[in-house]
């Protein structure tokens, strides 16, 4: 038995250069947890909107903001009971939005 079989889980040398200067920083993802939100046409005008107006929860919340002030002023009574339920679970979930937002600002 000239070669006794060997069993190898990796290679032998097991080495990674790192060198900071080189670094893509424009498409690196650090942190615990990344999310890819899909591909989009036009990556370049989202990443411009997201820098120079707001972000996704920003936007929403003002999206969230003028639908509350719009269910104030539209008359609800002729919607039918699955529309008047969907619009009471976006009113809940609205409100859970303002009390967190509170909780994280430390205001009551």
Do not use: C
Not at 27 to 34: D, H
Not at 47 to 65: M, N, P, W
Not at 101 to 106: N, P
Request: no cysteine; glycine share 8%.
């Amino acid at each position: 038995m000239a070669n006794a079989f060997k069993v190898s889980m990796a290679p032998k040398e097991l080495w990674q250069q790192i060198n900071p200067w080189s670094f893509d920083l424009r498409n690196a993802q650090f942190g615990l947890f990344n999310i890819d939100l899909g591909l989009t046409p036009h990556p370049e005008v989202e990443q411009a909107i997201l820098d120079e107006v707001g972000s996704y929860g920003r936007q929403l919340g003002r999206i969230g903001d003028v639908l509350e002030i719009l269910l104030k002023h539209v008359p609800l009574e002729n919607l039918s009971d699955s529309e008047q339920d969907a619009i009471r679970v976006l009113e809940g979930q609205l409100a859970a939005v303002r009390q967190v937002k509170r909780s994280a600002l430390g205001k009551k």
